[in-house]
C-alpha cells in the first residue's frame, strides 16, 4: 500500500516540545488577576470577577460534553437549576453550612446527569440538543409546583455577604473546570470522548465503551453546572424557576465557548472573559440588547471563525493542541504478546448460527449459518443488497439480530455490545475507512491499542503497529492530510492495535486500482503472520480475492445460497444465477 | 359527551399544529436542517397579527396574507446568507454548524420582538363566542384557526406532489445527489423551501394567535413542538407528521382538562424524552 506521491512530507517527526514555561506564565497572570482584583478593585469588580469565573466554569462544562464528546447541549441549564435549587431548600431548610450545601447541590446535579444520561445520551445532534431544552422546562415547571422549594414564587435565602467566601469558590470551580478539560485534552478517556464526536460507531469497534464514556463526560459536566448554579444561588439570596432554569445562560455559555474555540482547552476562559467585559461595555450603550448580541455573536462566529479565537491564535503557533499521551519520539514498540492457545483448538473462531436480521417489514438476512476455524480466510460474496454488510454489522454488534447467535471462540457474543466484542478480539474495517479526520496518525491507533491495557503496554503496541504499516514517518500527520492509500493502512494500523483474534473486512478493495489492489492482497495474506487466527472479507472484486480465500460463501437476498472452495462455489450454477440471472 | 367534546377540541388543535410541523418538516425535508428559529418567526407573526387588529383593525386573517410574504421575503434573504454556505460540509458539521446558526438567530430574533412588541403576554380578542351543536361546544377562534390551518397545510401538500417545483422539492429531500443528476437547481429550491416554511410558520403564528396567548419569549415551546411533532410523524413524511399532530392535540386537550395547564404545556417535552427512551430508532432516522 505504499504511495507513490506522499501527501505531505512531515515537518514534524518528534512530539513539538510542551511549552510548559508558558502554562505557567499564563497561570501566574491569572492568578495575579485573581488576588489583585478583590484588593484593589472595588465591590463591583469582586461581583464582575465572581461572574466571570461561575460562567467560565459553566463553560468549561459545557465543553466537556459538547466540544470534547460532540453531544450539542442546550440544556446545561438543567444541572444549573438542580444545583441551584438543591443549595437553597438545604440552606432554607438545614442548618448546614452554604458551601457544603452548594458542593451537595453539585453532587445531586450529577446523579441527575448519571440518572438520565443512558437514555438522553442515545442519539445526538437535534435530538439530544433539544431533549436537553426539554428537560430544563419539564424541571421549571416541577420546580413551580414544589411548595416546599418556594414553588412559583421563587426561595429567598438568608442573606449572609460572604463576597470573598464565593470569590474563593468560584475561582477554585473555575480552577477545576480547566483541569478536567485540560485532563480530557490529554488523556486517553478524552482520547475516547473525542473517538466518540468524531465517529461514534467507529470508536465502539476499537473497543470504546461509548455508553460509559458519554455518561461519564455528561456527569462532570452536570456537576460543573450544579456547582454554578448553586453558587449564583448562595450568591444572589434569591431563586425562582424561570431565572435558574432560563435558557438564555445555555445561549451565553455556548457563545462563551464557541467563541473562544470548542473541544479546546484555552477556548471557553478565553470567550468569557472577552465576551463578558466586550458585553458589559457595549450593554451601557446598548441597555437590552443582551440576547440579540450574544445571537449575533453565534451567528457571525460560525460562518466567519467556526474554530474561535483558538483557532486564530492557531496560526501562529499558540495554543497547539496537545497530542494525547505521545511520547517525544516514537519509539519501535512491541509487538503484542502471543496468545495463550485456545483451550480447545478445534472450536471454530467465529460460528454464526441461523442469523436473521429484519429492518421493519424488510428481511436483510435470513437463517444465515456459517463457521471460520482457526487458520482460515473466508470470503464472503454476494450481489449488491445480498446482506453482505448487514452481516458484518450484527457480528460486529452494530445491528441486533432478530434471531439466531453468534459465538467467538465458543462463547456466544449476540448479546454484548459492539465495543465489547471489540476487546474480546473482533476487528473489522468499513467501506469508507472511518477515521478521527482532526486527529494523528498516533491517536488514532493508540485509541484502539489502550483498550483492556496498561498505559505503557498501549503505547508499546500503539507504536508497533504505526511502524507495521508504514507510518511511522507521518505518526504526528493529522489524518484529514493523509492520502486514501495511507488511510487504508492507518485502518490497518488500527486493527493490529487491537491484536484482534478475528478480523473482518469490508470490501477493503472497492475503488481501488490494479497495483492497489495488490499490495492490500499482500496485507491480507500477512495477516495470519500478525496473531490473527481468522479472516472473513466481505468482497465485490471476486477476482481479486478467489485465491486469497480458503473458502467462499455466497450470500442472495439475505439467504446463504452456497458455500465452498472458490472453485466450487464460482461453479455453482445457483450463483452463476444469482450473479447474472436466469439464462434466456 | 365529555370525550366527544375533548375529540373536538382536539382535533382543531391539531389542525392548527399540522401546519407549524409541516413548515419544519418542508426545511429539515429539504435542507437537513432544523430550523431553531422556527418558534421566533411564528410568535413574531403572532405578536404582529395582535398589533395588527389593534391598529388596522379589519379583519385579522388579512395579516395571514402579509405574514407569508414578509417573511417569506425574510425567510429568502436569510437563507443565502446564513444556511447555504454550510451545504457544502459534511453532515455531521452540517448539523452542529446549523443548530448553532439558527440557536442564535432565534435569540436575535427574540429580541426583536421583545424591541418591537413588547415582553408581555397577548392574546387576540377575536371570534370569542361560540357555536354549541348536540351537546359539543366549539370556540369559534379554534374553529376558525383549525380548518385554515389545516387548508394551508393540505394546500402545501397538493404544491409539493401536484406541480412541478413541488416535485422538485420533494426530489431533492429524497436524494440532493439525484435531484441534481435530473437537473434541478438544487440551490434554488432549498431557497425556495427555506423561504416557504418560513412563510408557513408566519401563517401558522397568525392562525395560532387566536387561540393561544403568546410572548416573544414562548418562541422556543413552538420550536420544539414542531419538531416533536416532525420527530413523531417521521421526517418528510407529510401524512405521518398531520396525524401525529391531531393525536398531540387530542393528548394535549386531554392532559389539558384532567391535569391542568402546566401539564398540556410540558406534554411535548414528555414525548420527546420518552419516545427517546423507548423508541430511538425512529428519532435516529430522522436525526
Redesign the interface.
Known amino acids: 500500500m505504499s504511495d507513490t506521491k506522499p501527501p505531505l512530507a512531515p515537518s514534524v517527526v518528534h512530539a513539538p516540545a510542551s511549552h510548559w514555561y508558558r502554562a505557567i506564565v499564563a497561570g501566574a497572570a491569572i492568578l495575579a488577576v485573581f488576588v489583585a482584583a478583590p484588593i484593589f478593585g472595588s465591590a463591583y469588580m469582586v461581583q464582575l470577577v465572581t461572574d466571570i469565573l461561575i460562567f467560565t466554569a459553566l463553560a468549561y462544562g459545557w465543553n466537556l460534553i459538547s466540544g470534547f464528546t460532540g453531544y450539542l447541549s442546550f440544556g446545561q441549564v438543567s444541572f444549573y437549576g438542580v444545583g441551584a435549587y438543591a443549595t437553597g431548600v438545604m440552606v432554607v431548610h438545614m442548618p448546614i453550612p452554604w458551601y457544603l450545601a452548594v458542593c451537595a447541590g453539585g453532587v445531586l446535579a450529577m446523579l441527575v446527569a448519571v440518572l438520565i444520561g443512558p437514555i438522553m445520551l442515545r442519539v445526538r445532534g437535534i435530538l439530544f440538543a433539544l431533549s436537553m431544552f426539554g428537560l430544563a422546562r419539564i424541571f421549571a415547571v416541577l420546580f413551580s409546583d414544589w411548595d416546599y422549594a418556594g414553588g412559583g414564587n421563587g426561595l429567598t435565602l438568608p442573606a449572609e455577604l460572604t463576597p470573598v467566601g464565593v470569590y474563593v469558590f468560584a475561582g477554585l470551580l473555575a480552577l477545576a473546570g480547566f483541569s478536567l478539560n485540560a485532563w480530557f485534552a490529554r488523556s486517553g478517556f478524552g482520547l475516547d470522548a473525542m473517538g466518540i464526536r468524531e465517529d461514534e460507531n467507529a470508536a465502539a469497534a476499537v473497543g470504546v465503551p461509548t455508553t460509559r464514556v458519554k455518561v461519564a463526560a455528561f456527569a462532570l459536566s452536570g456537576v460543573l453546572a450544579g456547582l454554578a448554579g448553586g453558587l449564583v444561588a448562595w450568591n444572589r439570596s434569591y431563586i425562582d424557576p424561570p431565572s435558574m432554569f432560563d435558557p438564555t445562560i445555555d445561549l451565553q455559555t455556548v457563545v462563551f465557548v464557541l467563541f473562544g474555540g470548542m473541544g479546546t482547552i484555552w477556548g471557553p476562559l478565553i470567550g468569557t472573559v472577552i465576551l463578558t467585559v466586550v458585553g458589559e461595555q457595549l450593554l451601557v450603550h446598548f441597555p437590552n440588547l443582551e440576547l440579540a448580541l450574544y445571537g449575533l455573536v453565534v451567528i457571525v462566529t460560525v460562518l466567519l471563525l467556526p474554530g474561535g479565537i483558538v483557532s486564530l491564535v492557531n496560526r501562529w503557533g499558540w495554543l497547539p493542541r496537545p497530542i494525547v499521551l505521545a511520547p517525544r519520539a516514537l519509539p519501535f514498540g512491541e509487538p503484542p504478546p502471543p496468545r495463550a492457545a485456545p483451550p480447545e483448538p478445534s472450536v471454530p473462531v467465529l460460528a454464526v448460527d441461523g442469523l436473521g436480521v429484519r429492518f421493519g417489514g424488510l428481511v436483510a438476512l435470513d437463517g444465515v449459518s456459517f463457521h471460520i476455524a482457526p487458520g482460515e480466510t473466508v470470503a464472503i460474496i454476494g450481489a449488491n443488497g445480498a446482506g453482505k454488510t448487514t452481516l458484518f454489522n450484527a457480528i460486529t454488534g452494530f445491528v441486533p439480530p432478530t434471531h439466531g447467535d453468534i459465538r467467538l471462540r465458543g462463547r456466544s457474543v449476540a448479546r454484548l455490545p459492539a465495543f465489547r466484542r471489540a476487546r474480546d478480539g473482533m476487528a473489522r474495517t468499513f467501506q469508507i475507512p472511518r477515521l478521527m479526520r482532526p486527529m494523528t496518525v498516533w491517536e488514532n491507533v493508540l485509541a484502539a491499542a489502550r483498550h483492556g491495557r496498561q498505559g505503557h503496554r498501549a503505547v508499546a503496541q500503539a507504536a508497533w503497529a504505526v511502524h507495521t504499516v508504514g507510518l511511522a514517518d507521518l505518526w504526528l500527520a493529522p489524518v484529514s492530510q493523509l492520502s486514501p492509500g495511507h488511510q487504508r493502512r492507518l485502518e490497518f494500523g488500527r486493527v493490529l492495535a487491537l491484536d484482534p483474534d478475528l478480523v473482518l473486512l469490508d470490501e477493503v478493495m472497492a475503488g481501488m486500482t490494479k497495483d492497489e489492489q495488490e499490495e492490500m492482497r499482500a496485507v491480507i495474506r500477512h495477516l495470519h503472520g500478525f496473531g490473527v487466527s481468522a479472516v472473513a472479507m466481505v468482497e465485490h472484486v471476486i477476482a481479486a480475492i478467489a485465491d486469497l480465500s480458503d473458502r467462499m460463501i455466497v450470500l442472495d437476498f439475505g439467504r446463504k445460497i452456497a458455500e465452498g472452495t472458490p472453485d466450487e462455489v464460482l461453479r455453482d450454477p445457483a450463483v452463476i444465477r444469482a450473479y447474472l440471472g436466469e439464462p434466456q | 359527551m365529555l370525550l366527544l367534546q375533548l375529540l373536538v377540541d382536539g382535533i382543531l388543535l391539531g389542525g392548527t399544529y399540522v401546519l407549524l410541523a409541516q413548515s419544519l418538516n418542508l426545511i429539515f425535508g429539504v435542507m437537513g436542517v ?1 430550523n431553531l428559529a422556527h418558534g421566533s418567526f411564528i410568535v413574531l407573526a403572532g405578536l404582529f397579527t395582535v398589533w395588527f387588529a389593534a391598529h388596522v383593525a379589519i379583519s385579522p386573517l388579512l395579516a395571514i396574507p402579509i405574514a407569508f410574504v414578509v417573511l417569506y421575503a425574510v425567510g429568502a434573504a436569510l437563507q443565502p ?2 444556511l447555504e ?1 454550510l451545504m457544502g460540509l459534511g453532515m ?1 458539521q452540517a ?3 446549523s ?3 439558527t ?10 420582538g ?2 418591537v412588541f413588547g415582553s408581555n403576554y397577548v392574546s387576540l380578542p377575536y371570534l370569542q363566542s361560540t357555536w354549541t351543536l348536540g351537546g359539543i361546544t366549539v370556540g369559534k377562534s379554534l374553529l376558525v384557526a383549525g380548518v385554515i390551518a389545516g387548508a394551508v397545510a393540505l394546500a402545501l401538500s397538493l404544491w409539493l406532489n401536484r406541480t412541478g417545483f413541488g416535485k422538485s422539492l420533494l426530489a431533492a429531500s429524497q436524494s440532493e445527489t439525484g435531484a441534481v443528476s435530473v437537473g434541478i437547481n438544487v440551490r434554488l429550491v432549498r431557497l425556495v423551501a427555506f423561504a416557504v416554511g418560513v412563510g408557513l410558520a408566519g401563517v401558522a403564528g397568525t392562525l395560532l394567535i387566536l387561540v393561544e396567548p403568546m410572548a416573544a419569549e414562548t418562541a ?2 413552538f ?2 413542538l414542531a ?1 416533536v411533532l416532525v ?1 413523531l410523524g417521521g421526517l418528510g413524511d407529510y401524512r405521518g407528521v398531520a396525524i401525529a399532530s391531531v393525536l398531540l392535540g387530542i393528548a394535549q386537550s386531554a392532559v389539558g382538562f384532567y391535569l391542568g395547564g ?1 401539564a398540556e ?2 406534554l ?3 414525548l ?2 420518552l419516545f ?2 423507548v423508541w ?1 430508532q425512529r ?2 432516522r ?2
Open positions: 432544523v446568507v446564513l454556505p455531521q448539523e452542529l454548524l443548530l448553532m446558526i440557536f442564535g438567530l432565534d435569540y436575535v430574533l427574540i429580541e426583536l421583545l424591541q422556543d415551546n420550536t420544539i419538531f420527530a402546566d404545556n410540558v411535548p417535552y414528555v420527546l424524552i427517546m427512551a430511538p428519532f435516529r430522522a436525526a
